[in-house]
Nanobody, 121 residues
């Protein structure tokens, strides 16, 4: 069983930046970030493989968000720049024991508790 703990959320203004962190209690392979706004389904944001050599982003965040990981620390990060009010959501870290990048939330084995990101206009 792998536990994931997110941190770094908060309230910012449009155009600001935030960095989310997700610490895993054990080794994982693919790790991803998802977000869920009220009344919507949990949506894919970004994913990264074990080495960091393969990365995928949703179109809505490409060019503004950067996912990275520190293998030695079992930690994945999401650097969010040029934040917009529509980025407001609870952000969840997810981990999979599969080695392929995945956008479907059903393919991930472990989830963090979520961290709130609120962007004011």
């Amino acid at each position: 069983q792998v536990q994931l703990v997110e941190s770094g959320g908060g309230l910012v203004q449009a155009g600001d930046s935030l960095r989310l962190s997700c610490a895993a209690s054990g080794r994982t392979y693919t790790m991803g970030w998802f977000r869920q706004a009220p009344g919507t389904e949990r949506a894919f944001v970004a994913a990264i493989n074990w080495t960091g050599g393969r990365i995928d982003y949703s179109d809505s965040v490409k060019g503004r968000f950067t996912i990275s990981r520190d293998v030695a620390k079992n930690t994945v990060y999401l650097q969010m720049n040029s934040l917009k009010p529509e980025d407001t959501a609870v952000y969840y870290c997810a981990a999979s024991m599969a080695s392929v990048l995945m956008r479907s939330r059903y393919r991930y084995d472990y989830w963090g508790q979520g961290t709130q990101v609120t962007v004011s206009s």
